[in-house]
């Protein structure tokens, strides 16, 4: 079986598993809900700007990330199906099979929050740009999840796995979260795309850096 086929497999196989226990499914449903609603009464009749919107919607996202992508390896490790993947994966096969499905979770976890946020804001949330904002979610979509892979690695052979996810995230992901907030406040206030350019080149160098940096770090992890 080649590389690829492996991969595709390997990500069949934790969607299904997802889709028979809908553990991060169901706690990303619950989380975003509760989030979306707090904000909501928080607000009240206040009128925030394309900034404080832009920065509670990428909270969410993170927060709510947080709560389902920490489990990517932690699952392997609690059915003690981790040995076996050792076995008959190679490390590269499991960092990509891992990696494609942390960002279709991402994604859709994204999709989720704009879905709520358009209906719940729709007087505030109103996207001017949609060029910038689709670009800007999948871009750092994708930066999530490569970042949120190579750190659930380390935390699944860690004791103290529930605080210290959050804990290593933080940190790594600030720089991402601080470029999608400024790029998403652009969208909503209507700017040009090439103006979001700058943006959209520190989301790519992100994502190529923490991408190659993971990859070659993940065999010593996922072996230890």
Request: hydrophobic fraction near 55%; avoid cysteine; aromatic fraction near 12%.
């Amino acid at each position: 079986m080649s590389a690829v086929s492996s991969t595709v497999a390997l990500f069949s196989k934790d969607v299904r598993s997802e889709l028979r226990t809908r553990y991060a499914l169901n706690a990303l449903l619950m989380f975003v809900v509760t989030a979306v609603a707090t904000i909501l009464f928080a607000l009240r009749a206040d009128q925030p700007s394309p900034t404080v919107l832009s920065g509670m919607y990428w909270v969410v996202v993170f927060f709510t990330a947080m709560s389902s992508l920490s489990r990517i390896f932690v699952s392997e490790e609690e059915r003690g199906t981790t040995l076996t993947l050792q076995l008959v994966a190679s490390p590269s096969t499991v960092y990509f099979g891992k990696l494609l499905f942390n960002t279709a979770l991402t994604v859709s976890l994204t999709l989720a929050v704009t879905v709520l946020y358009t209906l719940v804001f729709s007087e505030f949330f109103i996207i001017q740009t949609p060029s910038i904002f689709f670009v800007t979610v999948f871009l750092g979509s994708l930066g999530f999840a490569s970042a949120a892979t190579i750190i659930a690695a380390i935390v699944a052979k860690a004791n103290t796995r529930g605080t210290l996810y959050p804990v290593l995230s933080f940190p790594i992901l600030i720089v991402l979260l601080m470029t999608v907030m400024n790029a998403t406040a652009r969208a909503l206030e209507g700017e040009n795309f090439s103006e979001a350019m700058g943006d959209f080149q520190i989301l790519v160098g992100y994502i190529l850096v923490m991408t190659g940096g993971s990859f070659l770090l993940f065999d010593y992890v996922w072996k230890d």
